[in-house]
């Protein structure tokens, strides 16, 4: 979306080549999460500079972004850290990389 000016759902799903339903439903939630901003007179969404800066590539090692990587992780071994709280020992894990 950096790459692009203020812009429709359908736009945005034209220029990514992808199907404008999920798209716009993903701009919905974007919007919600006030990651994005949506002028609801012109149907246009656009991604503000200041979150360009930390959502994008571009951002390098400032990318917030790449957080979102760990969630697989931190969910994988969600239950043995539950049980370890009752059981009251932590289980072992190797070092996961994705």
């Not at 901003?37 to 503000?48: E, R, V």
């Amino acid at each position: 979306m950096t790459d692009l000016p203020p812009s429709t759902s359908e736009e945005i799903a034209q220029a990514a080549g992808l199907k404008e339903r999920y798209v716009r439903e993903w701009l919905a939630a974007m919007v919600v999460g006030r990651i994005i901003d949506h002028d609801p007179a012109t149907g246009h969404y656009y991604l503000p500079s200041e979150h360009a800066a930390a959502l994008t590539r571009a951002a390098g090692a400032d990318n917030m972004a790449r957080l979102a990587l760990v969630v697989p992780s931190l969910a994988s071994v969600q239950e043995d850290i539950i049980a370890a709280f009752f059981q009251g020992a932590f289980p072992i894990h190797p070092i996961r990389a994705s």
